[in-house]
């Protein structure tokens, strides 16, 4: 069977109905809304609905759009507007970071770059020829298109709108960008029908090799790392006088953006968990990492002088199921070895002669690169400097035991955040968490709409502490979990609120119907996602981490694993509301409050046996 064998007979993403919609999102805003501003937002509802009203018409240019559409009338929409349009730094803001453990035995920076790079290689063969298995969700196939993006994307800066180049793979990605020192070399690692053209060991060889020659030389000056790391429209104009400036940089640039993935081999050692985080967000400045990377490209995988690694993933064309999925293939065949006795391989090259590797050359001479490289530099240097990360792995319980409390986990989780929000805010955030809809053709994902008046209720009842008893309080935790179990399947059913609501708003700008409930104070406040959260159940993985999606809000990355819970929190500096190392502390404590609430109930008397 082959990878998209299933794509064909996977359902369309469903228009929901005006009222399935108007009644769930209604339910979801209460929480954050006065009882004057929820009657205003009625009325409004109820003009927006009334047969003939705008609502009306939205809705069937809406399924009209859908009956036109070949694959799903969100995709287009949603890549535009969640990714394409976007024009601030893709660094933090927009691309992701996986942390990767350690490898199983001692290895050099090379050994394991090698080894990273040739089950990467194995993985595109597997993409390539279709031959990739379909992923199933309680036996249900998912769409798996996402796949085809993985080595063959690249995001392109535009003057208004971003574009995404696509190469053929195999035939024309048979190379990889090897940045080190801030230098870009290219190295043809396959041939058209994707075969390897190095063992492993041929690849450390090449790796160490390249390392020495970088090492011996100064860093370069920071080029096309910083210039991407910056704003999209100022990016865009960057890159079109490097193109115009010199034809050796428009063939550069080119042979970067088609190639199947970066390799970063950074000069440094990270002293400390939390400090490979960041250096992984974003780079530590233009002076340290940040250079050392090309920010448009789908996939960089990262290897640090102590051989820790990473990968940065821009979000645009994938998202981070598909990319998890990817990486604990890769470490699961790394740890039992299996790369250094399946290679298909080519004598054809000899890596003692000639060097394998191409150093590429970039003409930055001109006054005007000069000037934008230093802006560009302040900028990101300015943007890295303004967030804060934090870690937790909290190992009080984890998955187990809290099964042996009869809730879900993801629910234990999310609760756990909305009660440290309240204890530092006295208030209740917005708060996002991905919920996939890859059951759909061309699906990707829904807001799972968090806050509830279920988890309302239990997160007052713990602010009164002893004013409620435990067993009411475990009651309300029980409501509040239901609540969120249920909301997250519906939504990953394609019955959120949020993508409908996207949906209506373009067609409103698109046909000239504003209304005044697409542009309330309930809309924008409900969707202003101060807690914006995504769970990846990671194994193998030591984490994931993002930026904040508004000014004063947090970016919660989470996984519910055997021993423990981890977490990544960000927030940004000059928010006077926001500070992640007190969300992280506060976090620390509503996770003990719930293992206190589930264990400190009395166990029942066992009856004396006569």
């Not at 005006?18 to 999102?25: D, G, I, N």
């Not at 970066?262 to 530590?284: F, I, R, T, V």
């Not at 299996?338 to 004598?347: D, L, P, V």
């Not at 502390?585 to 109930?601: G, H, N, P, T, Y």
């Amino acid at each position: 069977m082959s990878t998209y064998s299933e794509q064909g007979k996977l359902p369309r993403l469903p228009v929901p109905t005006l009222e399935q919609t108007a009644e769930k999102w209604l339910k979801t805003i209460e929480p954050f809304t006065s009882a004057e501003e929820l009657s205003h937002t009625k009325t409004l509802l109820q003009d927006f609905m009334h047969p003939g009203g705008v609502g009306r018409y939205l809705q069937q240019k809406l399924i009209e759009r859908d009956q036109k559409s070949k694959n799903s009338w969100l995709e287009e929409w949603w890549n535009a507007y969640a990714y394409m349009d976007y024009r601030d730094s893709v660094v933090i803001n927009v691309s992701f970071y996986f942390t990767l453990c350690d490898a199983p035995r001692p290895v050099s920076q090379a050994q394991r770059a090698a080894n990273l790079v040739t089950l990467a290689l194995e993985y595109k063969a597997l993409i390539d020829n279709e031959t990739l298995p379909v992923e199933r969700s309680r036996n249900t196939p998912q769409c798996m298109v996402a796949y085809s993006r993985f080595f063959t994307t690249c995001r392109i800066p535009g003057p208004e709108t971003d574009t995404w180049i696509s190469t053929p793979s195999p035939q024309n990605n048979t190379h990889i960008i090897i940045v080190s020192k801030n230098r870009y070399y290219s190295l043809a690692v396959t041939d058209t029908k994707n075969n390897r053209l190095y063992t492993p060991s041929q690849l450390s060889s090449i790796f160490q090799s390249l390392i020495q020659e970088s090492s011996s030389l100064d860093p370069a000056q920071p080029s096309l790392g910083v210039l991407s790391a910056d704003n999209r429209t100022t990016w865009f104009h960057a890159r079109q006088h490097l193109i115009e400036f010199s034809p050796r940089n428009k063939e550069t640039l080119s042979i970067i953006e088609s190639s199947a993935f970066l390799l970063c081999l950074d000069n440094y050692a990270p002293q400390s968990y939390k400090e490979m985080c960041n250096l992984l967000l974003h780079g530590g400045g233009s002076s340290k990492l940040t250079a050392n990377r090309f920010w448009d490209k789908t996939l960089q995988l990262v290897v640090f002088e102590n051989s820790k690694a990473g990968l940065i993933g821009e979000h645009s064309g994938i998202d981070g199921l598909p990319t998890m999925h990817f990486l604990e293939w890769l470490l699961s065949h790394e740890a039992s070895s299996s790369s250094s006795s399946s290679s298909s391989t080519s004598n054809s090259v000899q890596t003692s002669n000639n060097k394998p590797y191409r150093l590429l050359s970039l003409d930055l001479s001109s006054p005007q690169t000069q000037t934008q490289i230093s802006r560009s530099s302040e900028a990101v240097n300015t943007l890295l400097g303004n967030l804060n990360l934090e870690v937790l792995h909290y190992k009080n319980f984890g998955k187990n035991q809290i099964k042996s409390w009869g809730v879900s986990p993801d629910a234990v989780a999310q609760l756990a955040m909305q009660r440290a929000y309240f204890k530092l805010h006295s208030s209740f955030p917005p708060t996002y968490e991905s919920a996939s809809t890859r059951q759909f053709n061309r699906g990707r994902t829904e807001t799972g709409r968090v806050v509830s008046n279920e988890s309302v209720n239990w997160v007052k009842a713990m602010a009164l502490g002893s004013g409620t008893s435990r067993d009411e309080k475990e009651r309300l935790f029980k409501e509040a979990a239901k609540a969120h179990v249920k909301y997250l399947k519906e939504a990953g059913e394609g019955y959120g609120v949020d993508r409908h609501w996207l949906g209506l708003k373009l067609l409103a700008k698109q046909f000239g119907k504003g209304h005044g409930l697409l542009d309330s104070k309930a809309m924008k406040e409900s969707g202003h996602w101060r807690i914006s959260s995504s769970q990846l159940p990671v194994e193998r993985l030591e984490g994931v981490g993002y930026g904040p999606v508004v000014g004063d809000g947090y970016g919660c990355w989470y996984a519910i694993k055997d021993g423990l819970l981890a977490f990544t929190v960000t927030s940004w500096r000059d928010s006077k509301e926001t500070d992640a190392g007190a969300f992280v502390r506060s976090l620390e404590q509503a996770l003990d409050e719930i293992k206190v609430m589930f264990e400190s109930k009395p166990k029942a008397k066992k009856e004396a046996k006569l």
